[in-house]
Nanobody, 119 residues
Framework: QVQLVESGGGLVQPGGSLRLSCAAS????????MGWYRQAPGKQRELVAA???????NFVDSVRGRFTISRDNAKNTVYLQMDSLKPEDTAVYYC?????????????WGQGTQVTVSS
C-alpha cells in the first residue's frame, strides 16, 4: 500500500512559479517511478511529467522547458517545479505511482492540489 499526499498548489499570476510536493508513505518509494498528472475542467486527465527510480524524466510537450520534476528518496518525496506558468496550466494536479513508461499511470493517486494561474 502506498499513500500519496500532494501540497504546494495555489493561485499564481501568469509568468509566476509554484513548486508542488508529493510525499509518499512506505519504504519502497526509492524503487517507484512517479508521475504528475493534471485535470482541467471538462478535460481528460493528462500526464504532465514523470521520473523513474533512475532519474529518467518525461514531460508533456506543453510544459517541456518550463517544468522540472525531481525526487528526494531520503524524504520519500517527488517535486514538480513549475515556472513561467500560463493560464492553460490551471488544473488539479495529482501525484501517481507507480508510473510505467509503457502502461502509464499506476494504481495509487493522491487527493490532488489545485493550481490556478490567473491575473
Amino acid at each position: 500500500q502506498v499513500q500519496l499526499v500532494e501540497s504546494g498548489g495555489g493561485l499564481v499570476q501568469p509568468g509566476g512559479s509554484l513548486r508542488l510536493s508529493c510525499a509518499a508513505s512506505g519504504n519502497i518509494f526509492s524503487i517507484l517511478a512517479m508521475g504528475w498528472y493534471r485535470q482541467a475542467p471538462g478535460k481528460q486527465r493528462e500526464l504532465v511529467a514523470a521520473i523513474t527510480s533512475g532519474g529518467f524524466t518525461n514531460f508533456v510537450d506543453s510544459v517541456r522547458g518550463r517544468f522540472t520534476i525531481s525526487r528526494d528518496n531520503a524524504k520519500n518525496t517527488v517535486y514538480l517545479q513549475m515556472d513561467s506558468l500560463k493560464p492553460e496550466d490551471t488544473a488539479v494536479y495529482y501525484c501517481n505511482a507507480p508510473w510505467d513508461r509503457t502502461y502509464g499511470a499506476g494504481r495509487y493517486w493522491g487527493q490532488g492540489t489545485q493550481v490556478t494561474v490567473s491575473s
